[in-house]
């Protein structure tokens, strides 16, 4: 299996584990995620945020095995998602919201990566 692909599927993995987190856990998720967690013990846009993360692990699972087109695909149009994350905690938190940034910029570079990778696979004869 191409690199593109095995990175997207640990990726996925990675998104699974999130999603759990955010779902079981969302005081955990909101402080990893980078917002405080309000007062409301439902933290119900926490487990949104599970729940998007496990469609996209979901989602990237799957395209990572449909081949290097449907995965070039997603993984482009997905980095809307931490980059748009970051956006939003930065203007919330700013810079005392740091490592939580770098991880929102470490997620938007890993679905470039798997772009890049997958646009530059040699097709299969």
């Not at 290097?68 to 997905?78: G, I, M, N, V």
């Amino acid at each position: 299996m191409p690199a593109a692909r095995r990175f997207a599927l640990v990726m996925s993995g990675a998104l699974l584990g999130l999603g759990g987190l955010f779902l079981s856990w969302p005081r955990a998720g909101a402080a990893l995620f980078g917002l405080d967690a309000e007062p409301d013990p439902r933290l119900d846009y926490v487990r949104a945020l599970g729940i998007r993360d496990l469609a996209l692990a979901t989602g990237l699972a799957s395209a990572a095995l449909a081949g290097r087109r449907p995965l070039a695909l997603l993984a482009a149009t997905s980095v809307l998602i931490p980059v748009l994350d970051f956006s939003l905690v930065a203007r919330r938190r700013g810079t005392a919201a740091a490592p939580q940034l770098a991880l929102h910029g470490a997620s938007a570079a890993a679905l470039l990566a798997i772009t890049a990778a997958s646009l530059l696979e040699r097709r299969r004869a």
